[in-house]
Structure formats: C-alpha cells, structure tokens
C-alpha cells in the first residue's frame, strides 16, 4: 500500500512540475518568440558536451588521495 501511495505522490508531483515547466515555457515564448530548430539544436549539442564533460570526469582515478 505504502509503495502505491509514494508511486501516486511522485507522479503527482512529476505533473506538477511538468505543468510549472509548461506554463513557463508559454510566458517564454510569449515574451521572446518561439524557439528556432537552430537554437533547439544548439541547446541539445551544448547538453551532450557538458554530459560528455561529466562523463569523462567520473571516469578519471581519483588523485586527491
């Protein structure tokens, strides 16, 4: 029961969030205009490079020690 109760509160709050994002990206687009395939682009390229970046940071042995 207990697992049925926290899966319903993390969905709920994943739609909250969600919704929140939605209505952000709405004023957004209002104020700014929508955003070109060009810059979305631009956008998922720079995520890939810092995912890359992060990436390589964890895979490096630890030389503090």
Do not use: C, K, N
């Amino acid at each position: 029961m207990t697992r049925g109760v926290s899966a319903y509160i993390a969905a709920a709050a994943r739609q909250d969030a969600m919704d929140r994002l939605r209505e952000l990206t709405e004023r957004l687009e209002d104020e700014y205009g929508a955003v070109t395939d060009d810059e979305q682009q631009a956008a998922l390229d720079r995520i890939a490079a810092i995912d890359g970046w992060h990436d390589e940071q964890r895979s490096r042995p630890d030389d503090t020690a």
